[in-house]
């Protein structure tokens, strides 16, 4: 079975870093682009981030770039999202994904709350 | 950045119903189009990509077309699980993403 579990959300002050990781298991991890998709409360679907299979390219959304850093360890199946200078817009469900033709294998998500 | 705008916002119908969506791209993606159904409390699940291919699993009711700018996603009989938002999303300059506003399907 494929399973995405996503962990490291909780709750953090503005300015303040959080490390997301995401266990990928039942699958090829090393073979796949990897994703980060955020949705904040009540709204829609953000793509965050992306990784190449090796780790060698990476891409953010303009929002984030400078302070979000996407990264993967290929012999432990695991996906990293580290945060940095967070923000209250970036308060959202942090959901990571297989990237192939759109994101066709969901984790359940991790949330992340930014507030004083 | 290529804009995806979905319509309507909203669609009130009735299970049995057949409904359509509406997504349109402010410039072509060709066919490098996906959808997606949420459910409350629940992550994505992808129905579609490459406009009209279904995912695996995917119920036949559920049915994409389209190219270019213009797309639609097709339910021939709503069923009571259908109730969800319905997301359109471009991979046409892969590997940067954006995902349509949505479209939330209520029970009329």
């Known amino acids: 079975e494929v399973q995405l579990v996503e962990s490291g959300g909780g709750l953090v002050q503005p300015g303040g870093s959080l490390r997301l990781s995401c266990a990928v298991s039942?699958?090829?991890?090393?073979?796949?682009?990897m994703t980060w998709v955020r949705q904040a409360p009540g709204k829609g679907l953000e793509w965050v981030a992306n990784?190449?299979?090796?780790?060698?390219?990476?891409h953010y959304v303009d929002s984030v770039k400078g302070r979000f850093t996407i990264s993967r360890d290929n012999a432990k199946n695991s996906l990293e999202l580290q945060m940095d200078s967070l923000t209250d817009d970036d308060t959202a469900v942090y959901y990571c994904?297989?990237?192939?033709?759109?994101?066709?294998?969901w984790g359940q998500g991790t949330t992340v709350t930014v507030s004083s | 950045e290529i804009v995806m705008t979905q319509s309507p916002a909203t669609l009130s119908v009735s299970p049995g119903e057949r409904v359509t969506l509406s997504c349109r791209a402010s410039?072509?993606?060709?066919?490098?189009l996906a959808w997606y159904q949420q459910k409350p409390g629940q992550a994505p699940r992808v129905l579609i990509y490459?406009?009209?291919t279904r995912a695996t699993g995917v119920p036949a009711r559920f049915s994409g077309s389209g190219s270019g700018t213009e797309f639609t996603l097709t339910i021939s009989s709503l069923q009571s699980e259908d109730f969800a938002v319905y997301y359109c999303?471009?991979?046409?300059?892969?590997?940067?993403?954006?995902f349509g506003q949505g479209t939330k399907l209520d029970i009329k």
């Open positions: 994904t297989r990237d192939l033709l759109g994101m066709d294998i």
């Open positions: 039942g699958l090829s991890f090393s073979n796949f682009w």
């Open positions: 990784i190449r299979q090796d780790g060698g390219e990476k």
């Open positions: 410039q072509s993606v060709s066919s490098n």
């Open positions: 490459g406009a009209s």
């Open positions: 999303q471009h991979y046409n300059n892969w590997p940067a993403y954006t």
